[in-house]
């Protein structure tokens, strides 16, 4: 059973950056797609950026292609989300999540990232 621990989240300033990490352990990790996924008040849960372990493929959502980078570290098995010229909508609870065979099968705990206007 995989387990996903997030860190990194925050204030910023609107136009700064911000590095997300979550840190996976238990199970074997390269059977997952690794993904970031946010929640704003009042919102549902959207689907951010994913990368897979095995070929390293990218996805992002369109609000934030160009401007957040997902990546991993095979060795210290965490997957980061860059997350830079922040804008007040940014603002939610990050989650991270591991996917296989079509359902997630983890979740982190989320972190806030708070961006001010």
């Known amino acids: 059973q995989v387990h996903l621990v997030e860190s990194g989240g925050g204030l910023v300033q609107t136009g700064g950056s911000l590095r997300l990490s979550c840190a996976a352990s238990?199970?074997?990790?390269?059977?997952?797609?690794m993904s970031w996924f946010r929640q704003a008040p009042g919102n549902e849960r959207e689907f951010v950026a994913g990368?897979?372990?095995?070929?390293?493929?990218?996805y992002y959502a369109a609000s934030v292609k160009g401007r957040f980078v997902i990546s991993k570290d095979n060795v210290k098995k965490t997957v980061n989300l860059q997350m830079n010229s922040l804008k007040p909508e940014d603002t939610a609870i990050y989650y991270c999540?591991?996917?296989?065979?079509?359902?997630?099968?983890?979740w982190g705990q989320g972190t806030q990232v708070t961006v001010s206007s």
């Open positions: 999540a591991a996917e296989t065979s079509g359902h997630y099968a983890a």
């Open positions: 238990g199970g074997d990790i390269s059977r997952y797609v």
């Open positions: 990368i897979s372990w095995t070929g390293g493929n990218t």
